[in-house]
């Protein structure tokens, strides 16, 4: 993990921001902990090599992380698979404004 790198505001950047369109179709607080995206297919590869460029390959050291296949998206919880990189999803996304 590089200390250097401001890990909220990437991962904001790239759920809330991309350069072109944004990936995510849907986000929100769906519980106290759980935070999802849902990512639209057509734009998957595309949202995976910015969590890469962000977090590295390190991101797989477990040789992978869950995520829900639907019928046009890839749904995530952001608070599990980037729970190791000291982000404050409830400072980034706050719970009143990001309710699901």
Not at 43 to 48: A, G, N, S
Not at 53 to 78: H, R, T
Request: proline share 2%.
């Amino acid at each position: 993990m590089e200390s250097n790198k401001n890990y909220e505001l990437e991962l904001y950047k790239l759920i809330m921001f991309p350069c072109e369109t944004t990936f995510i179709s849907e986000l929100g607080w769906v519980s106290d902990t759980e935070f999802y995206i849902w990512v639209d297919f057509i734009w998957f590869k595309e949202f995976m090599d910015g969590v890469i460029e962000i977090f590295g390959y390190g991101i797989f050291d477990d040789a992978n992380f869950n995520a829900n296949i639907q019928s046009d998206s890839v749904c995530i919880d952001v608070t599990k698979v980037f729970s190791g990189y000291g982000i404050d999803f409830e400072r980034v996304f706050p719970k009143e404004k990001y309710k699901h």
